[in-house]
Nanobody, 115 residues
Framework: QVQLVESGGGLAQPGGSLRLSCVSS????????MGWYRQAPGKQRELVAS???????NYPDSVKGRFTISRDDAKKTVYLQMNDLTVEDTAVYYC?????????WGQGTQVTVSS
């Protein structure tokens, strides 16, 4: 079973930045498309960024221009650079394959944006 461990969350002020990391234990990390997802209190989990094995990237309009996903296959790590944060970005952030697999969900990392 693949383990995904997210880190890098914390408290940021509106307009601030955070960089999230997600390390995979999977042997075949490089062949999978990966995604970052988030779940805010009382809301459904949503995809905020995805990157294929070939490097194709997509974002929803809500984060486009502010978030940047990247991957380092040698380190089995996917990153999410988040800039110009708003209070609406407050959520628990998770990584998973894209599309996700239920068995892959980790504990996530909390991002709180507040002044």
């Amino acid at each position: 079973q693949v383990q995904l461990v997210e880190s890098g969350g914390g408290l940021a002020q509106p307009g601030g930045s955070l960089r999230l990391s997600c390390v995979s234990s999977g042997r075949f990390f490089s062949v999978y498309a990966m995604g970052w997802y988030r779940q805010a209190p009382g809301k459904q989990r949503e995809l905020v960024a995805s990157i294929t094995s070939g490097g194709s990237i997509n974002y929803p309009d809500s984060v486009k221009g502010r978030f940047t996903i990247s991957r380092d296959d040698a380190k089995k790590t996917v990153y999410l650079q988040m800039n110009d944060l708003t209070v609406e970005d407050t959520a628990v952030y998770y990584c998973n394959t894209y599309p996700f697999r239920e068995s892959n969900w980790g504990q996530g990392t909390q991002v709180t944006v507040s002044s």
